[in-house]
């Protein structure tokens, strides 16, 4: 952003590395909501690759939100420095998860699968293949950003984020939902609208460090986010009535049980985005708030949305 659009253009003393230190707590409760899928599903078995797949939708749905981060207001510089961490990590974790899927599919431990059974996953199964599609994805969006980073006046964020986008919707319309009619694209949706809306307030807990920025960014946030939970929450409840055939699954199958775990979560996060949409929005665009108040905020809404993330992801490997 402009710094003549800036009322208050003084950034608060060690706010952006307490920020990074907090926002580091994404993974361990991401991987907590992981672990509570698992003792849900019980008996269903859930694939090893869980807490990989946590870490990678964590990562990806960052980079989405960063990289959207520019439409929120057009003179906000894109992160490109963030993109580029970011994006490499996406990569590597998306990496460890196929590697994960091969050895699991050939039922062999990772540590004894040999380059060329990697190598006939990679190619002869249809996981291995959309793995390989989405490692291209993570690598383009990582290399261009560290290109943008060089050279910013020669790089467009828009591109990024498109990668970015077809990359986060790969798996999610060839897995289970695909076999069911419209199940494609209701999961490419659920998924599509879940990354932006954790991974954009994550994106401005990263970045802003101004109340004026704040009061800007917030608001335009706030409008997006109202549809986007909206889309979350009638896609994730049609896949999941779809998936587990009837409400008695609920409670009698591991699937369901993780399902209703993360709507009671995710009806928790609605309500907090309503409470903070009526009280921490409207004083934050008035300039009544610190920056530090709402960084507060938003850091506290992404923990808990993190969590929300471990469940998703598990379920995503539930049989």
Known sequence: MNRSDRTDRRREPGTTGNAVRWLLLVVPLGLAGAGLAWLLAASDPVQPEAPARVLADCAGATVL???ALPRLHERTAPPWRWLTILAGLWAATEFTMLALEAGEVQGIPVR??????????????????????ILIGCGAVAVYSAFAYRNPDRATVDLVLVFAAVTVALRPITGHMSQQMFGSVLAAVHALAASAWFGLLLALALT?????????LLPRYSAWALPLAAAVALTGVLNGLIRVGG??????????????????????????GWWWRTRWVPRA??????????LRRAISEVL????????????????
Do not use: N
Request: charged fraction near 10%; hydrophobic fraction near 55%.
């Open 65 to 67: 939100g960063l990289a």
């Open 208 to 216: 802003v460090r101004t109340r004026g920025e704040w009061a800007v």
């Open 304 to 319: 808990a949305m993190a969590v929300v993330f471990g469940l998703a992801a598990t379920l995503a490997v539930t049989a």
């Open 285 to 294: 665009a008035d300039h009544r708030m610190t920056a530090e108040s709402s």
């Open 112 to 133: 004894r699968m040999s380059a060329g059974q990697f190598g006939e996953y990679l190619t002869t199964v249809s996981g291995g293949q959309i793995g390989i599609a």
């Open 247 to 272: 409400l008695t699954a609920l409670a009698t199958t591991g699937y369901g049980r993780i399902l209703l775990a993360k709507t009671l979560l995710l009806a928790v996060l609605l309500g907090l």
